[in-house]
């Protein structure tokens, strides 16, 4: 039977899924039934220092559903990162810690673009027991005017001090969590890994417009009449999440090794968390699909890996990581394999028409011909 646990940046977590930050963290009692239904780890909600100048709207999301089946495919969220209060947070993951004491709890943090303040909040988060940080350089709607979130997180120069800032303070495993919303995801991430980062996280939502309600001609998700673009995310992003974490994974196995990629974005089944896997991720999140579906979630998807690692012969983890990356070429390089194998293909099937003259029986008569042709 195939093994799920995984050890990410020395954190043993009993299988590779993991609660994304969002609603599935939103306080104690969510996240310790996460531990109950056997989540490998949990990040928490976004939190900061200042919570009371966090002020949510409602409604904050928008879904989008197949035509047939009307299952929800596509979500879109306009909410912003925790509203509850900093020292509550402290207490809270203090008596986690002090329940769950073998389990993985991360803090997701976000703070101004202020060295006190970033310090100030990996030192009180880590004095009170979290296993490790994962910077929130990327929610692309919130809290732009305090340059928060994606503003510094599409900054490679930002991501890079911001991060040498947590690093210099940090005691436990951080982690760089990205935007999708830039043209090359490899800069940002480089510039957190040149800063000491242990890990990159990816991606978090895609900048989006829901649609537009054909009665009232409002856009959505609509608060008073009026909206904001907001963060795209479930099922729909999962082909642009992979090409990302793909890009993320080749870069470090170039020039990070060693450092690690928590893949993120419209996982809802092993399946999913297996492509993720396959492409260098070391850990996969879930978010929406939580949402979707509850947390018992984690026991179908477990099983699902599990089996898919039977099929191949895969005892561990560690065994089909980053193993698909192998087959990514240009498209120059493609039209140049293509046309060797077609090549080979010919001089195959060439191969097998050439027949002595005596076994010559006529039906083939014409291939026969072509085969000892050259042009
Ligand atoms: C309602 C909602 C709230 C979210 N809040 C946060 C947040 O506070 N911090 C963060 O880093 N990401 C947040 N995210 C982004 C998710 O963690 C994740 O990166 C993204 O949704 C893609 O994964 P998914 O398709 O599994 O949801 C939020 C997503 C949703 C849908």
């Given at each position: 039977m195939a093994d799920l646990t995984t050890t990410v940046n020395g954190l043993l977590m009993p299988n590779p899924f993991v609660i994304g930050s969002g609603p599935p963290g939103t306080n104690a009692n969510v996240i310790g039934k996460a531990f109950d239904e056997g989540w490998g780890a949990v990040i928490a909600k976004t939190i900061s220092l200042e919570a009371e100048k966090v002020i949510n709207v409602q409604p904050r999301y928008a879904r989008l559903r197949s035509r047939d089946s009307k299952e929800i495919f596509g979500w879109e969220n306009i909410e912003l990162i925790s509203d509850r209060s900093f020292d509550v947070w402290m207490d809270e993951f203090k008596s986690l810690k002090d329940k769950y004491p073998e389990r993985i709890l991360i803090a997701s943090i976000m703070e101004e673009y202020r060295k006190d303040a970033w310090c100030e909040i990996v030192e009180r988060c880590q004095d009170v027991g979290v296993n490790a940080f994962e910077l929130n350089l990327s929610c692309p709607h919130g809290l732009p005017e305090r340059k928060m979130g994606s503003a510094m997180g599409v900054n490679p120069d930002l991501v890079e001090e911001v991060t040498g800032w947590v690093m210099s303070v940090a005691k436990v495993?951080?982690?760089?969590?990205?935007?999708?919303?830039?043209?090359?995801?490899?800069?940002?991430?480089?510039?957190?890994?040149?800063?000491?980062?242990?890990?990159?996280?990816?991606?978090?939502?895609?900048?989006?417009?829901?649609?537009?309600?054909?009665?009232?001609?409002?856009?959505?998700?609509?608060?008073?009449?009026?909206?904001?673009?907001?963060?795209?995310?479930?099922?729909?992003v999962k082909p642009i999440a992979l090409r990302n974490c793909m890009e993320i994974a080749t870069l470090m196995r170039t020039d990070f090794p060693g450092r690690t990629l928590s893949g993120i974005g419209g996982i809802e089944t092993g399946h999913d968390a297996a492509e993720f896997l396959l492409l260098g991720s070391d850990c996969v999140q879930v978010c929406t699909g939580v949402m979707k579906m509850g947390y018992k979630m984690v026991k179908p998807m477990m099983d699902e890996l599990a089996s898919f690692m039977d099929g191949h012969g895969f005892n561990s983890i560690d065994e089909f990581k980053g193993y698909s990356l192998q087959f990514f070429r240009t498209h120059a390089e493609l039209v140049a394999i293509q046309a060797e194998a077609r090549e080979k293909k010919k001089a195959e099937h060439d191969a097998q028409m050439i027949r002595e003259d005596a076994q010559w029986t006529g039906d083939d008569f014409v291939d026969q011909s072509d085969a000892l042709s050259r042009g």
């Amino acid at each position: 039977m195939a093994d799920l646990t995984t050890t990410v940046n020395g954190l043993l977590m009993p299988n590779p899924f993991v609660i994304g930050s969002g609603p599935p963290g939103t306080n104690a009692n969510v996240i310790g039934k996460a531990f109950d239904e056997g989540w490998g780890a949990v990040i928490a909600k976004t939190i900061s220092l200042e919570a009371e100048k966090v002020i949510n709207v409602q409604p904050r999301y928008a879904r989008l559903r197949s035509r047939d089946s009307k299952e929800i495919f596509g979500w879109e969220n306009i909410e912003l990162i925790s509203d509850r209060s900093f020292d509550v947070w402290m207490d809270e993951f203090k008596s986690l810690k002090d329940k769950y004491p073998e389990r993985i709890l991360i803090a997701s943090i976000m703070e101004e673009y202020r060295k006190d303040a970033w310090c100030e909040i990996v030192e009180r988060c880590q004095d009170v027991g979290v296993n490790a940080f994962e910077l929130n350089l990327s929610c692309p709607h919130g809290l732009p005017e305090r340059k928060m979130g994606s503003a510094m997180g599409v900054n490679p120069d930002l991501v890079e001090e911001v991060t040498g800032w947590v690093m210099s303070v940090a005691k436990v495993p951080v982690w760089a969590k990205m935007t999708p919303n830039v043209t090359r995801i490899e800069d940002p991430s480089a510039a957190a890994l040149r800063a000491g980062a242990d890990g990159i996280s990816a991606i978090n939502t895609i900048r989006c417009v829901l649609g537009v309600d054909l009665k009232t001609l409002r856009p959505e998700p609509s608060v008073e009449g009026y909206t904001t673009p907001g963060g795209y995310s479930c099922q729909a992003v999962k082909p642009i999440a992979l090409r990302n974490c793909m890009e993320i994974a080749t870069l470090m196995r170039t020039d990070f090794p060693g450092r690690t990629l928590s893949g993120i974005g419209g996982i809802e089944t092993g399946h999913d968390a297996a492509e993720f896997l396959l492409l260098g991720s070391d850990c996969v999140q879930v978010c929406t699909g939580v949402m979707k579906m509850g947390y018992k979630m984690v026991k179908p998807m477990m099983d699902e890996l599990a089996s898919f690692m039977d099929g191949h012969g895969f005892n561990s983890i560690d065994e089909f990581k980053g193993y698909s990356l192998q087959f990514f070429r240009t498209h120059a390089e493609l039209v140049a394999i293509q046309a060797e194998a077609r090549e080979k293909k010919k001089a195959e099937h060439d191969a097998q028409m050439i027949r002595e003259d005596a076994q010559w029986t006529g039906d083939d008569f014409v291939d026969q011909s072509d085969a000892l042709s050259r042009g």
